[in-house]
């Protein structure tokens, strides 16, 4: 399965921008999705997923509030508000079968990244 990360970019702090990740199979309903965040210098964080089938989420406590994961039939989106400095990174989606992971270990297949610069 081949990722691709788009709708990066440059937003001023208190801005939105809304993140997708388009898939080049169809996404089995066993699969769960999610993004993440390397900023520089920073090793990369997850942020959040969905269980493809019963859209079920869970987030960072970073990004609760702010940030909402969805996806539609055939894109997970990331919509991301009240953007702050430190939002700024390079984003990735990424693909699992295991419900509930926090770390970048279990992730099967990875976008190649997009990026988001959030000026102050």
């Known amino acids: 399965v081949q990722l691709q990360a788009s709708g990066g970019g440059l937003v001023q702090a208190g801005g939105s921008l809304r993140l997708s990740c388009a898939a080049s199979e169809r996404t089995s309903s066993e699969y769960v999705m999610g993004w993440f965040r390397q900023a520089p210098g920073k090793e990369r964080e997850f942020l959040c997923g969905i269980r493809w089938e019963e859209l079920s989420a869970w987030y960072e406590d970073s990004v609760l509030g702010r940030f909402t994961i969805s996806r539609d039939s055939a894109t997970l989106y990331l919509q991301m508000n009240s953007l702050k400095p430190e939002d700024t990174g390079v984003y990735y989606c990424?693909?699992?079968?295991?419900?509930?992971?926090?770390?970048?270990?279990?992730?099967?297949?990875w976008g190649q990244g997009t990026q988001v610069t959030v000026s102050s």
């Open positions: 990424a693909m699992s079968r295991i419900y509930g992971l926090r770390g970048v270990r279990g992730w099967d297949f």
